[in-house]
């Protein structure tokens, strides 16, 4: 017997409660898991798990073909390089061919990337982009044209452009930003000095990190921040970065970083100085899921690139093919991991931040 099922109306259903109002986190989870338990909504948690057949029949649907672009904010991140990757697979189950436009970590290079994208007719796109309101234009085109598009991760435009965006499918930045940043303190002792390297200024997931991390010190006045700069993502950025706190800064207890790929490339640094700081990142990658468990980061937070990619490739099929009910938005959170109950068993609890 091949694998069972939720109907697309169960999925529905569990999908609509998400939408309008953001629920309690327990909540939000436990929808979420219940979700990635079937085979069909559990892109990356196991690929022995997967389902066997080409292409999944949606009840009440067609198969026919579709094309559809996707874009994330660059391929040189892991999150977006495990998307890509996940959109793909969910793409060859729902029949759909995906055609991939790299963000390369720049917004020059997204914008013409987009521009190339708006040019082309697709059944429906899916865009994170690298920085709220540079994309505003090549979007309204594709819009305009009757292509659907699904907003993922980060905002494309601010509100008063009134883009008519199909889907948002976005994990609570805020509330990842103050776990970790929470994580951290906890590590230090609730007092020392931290830095916070940032991912770049005019990403919406960004800024949410940081009024996470804000929101986290207010509380704790025996912690002085001695730096806040943006890394745009990128590796070597903040290689440099730390290279030259390290020589600055005599004394850092802790740092906290808006990706994983940022922290990892910082331990190295700190590593190579032979000094002991503590470090969080976001996002809980495979690399960092083994740094937890190594002891090389305290703790991270999952930003659920399988639900984010895959769900808008399901969406957007779904719209494609006709549906008409669809969320406007879609709260994709994700649990804490730390070491908390041992290794094998990562998931960790939800620290308390008001």
Request: charged content about 20%.
């Amino acid at each position: 017997m091949g694998p069972s099922f939720h109907t697309m109306a169960e999925v529905s259903k569990l999908l609509n409660e998400l939408v309008s109002r953001r629920i309690s986190r327990r909540k939000a989870l436990v929808v979420e898991m219940s979700l990635a338990a079937t085979p069909l909504l559990s892109a990356c948690i196991s690929r022995e798990a997967a389902p066997k057949t080409p292409v999944v029949q949606i009840a009440g649907g067609s198969t026919k073909g579709l094309k559809a672009a996707f874009s994330n904010a660059g391929l040189g991140a892991t999150w977006c390089a495990q998307g890509k990757e996940i959109a793909e697979q969910w793409g060859k189950w729902f029949n759909v061919d995906i055609t991939w436009f790299d963000g390369g970590l720049s917004v020059d290079v997204q914008r013409k990337a987009i521009d190339d994208m708006a040019s082309k007719k697709w059944d429906f796109v899916a865009i994170q982009p690298f920085g709220i309101g540079t994309l505003v234009d090549p979007v309204k085109r594709m819009i305009e044209n009757g292509i659907p598009v699904i907003q993922m991760d980060t905002i494309i435009a601010p509100p008063e452009a009134n883009l008519p965006i199909t889907t948002f499918l976005e994990p609570d930045n805020e509330w990842m930003g103050s776990q970790v940043t929470e994580a951290l303190v906890r590590a230090i002792g609730g007092k020392g000095t931290i830095i916070e390297t940032q991912g770049a200024a005019g990403h919406t997931g960004s800024q949410g990190r940081h009024r996470g991390f804000e929101a986290v010190m207010k509380n704790y006045p025996d912690i002085k921040v001695l730096a806040q700069d943006f890394a745009d993502w990128d590796v070597n950025k903040v290689a440099k970065l730390w290279e030259d706190y390290l020589v600055k800064y005599p004394d850092i207890s802790g740092g906290m970083f808006h990706n994983d790929d940022m922290a990892l490339a910082a331990y190295k640094v700190i590593q190579n100085a032979k000094r002991d700081i503590k470090l969080v990142g976001i996002d809980a990658m495979p690399p960092a899921i083994q740094a937890v468990i190594d002891g090389k980061l305290v703790a991270s937070v999952r930003n659920p690139a399988d639900r984010v990619h895959g769900w808008a490739v399901l969406i957007g099929s779904k719209v494609a093919r006709g549906e008409k009910n669809v969320p406007k938005y879609i709260l994709t959170d994700g649990p804490v991991v730390n070491q908390k109950v041992g290794p094998g068993l990562l998931y960790g609890e939800q620290i308390g931040v008001s």
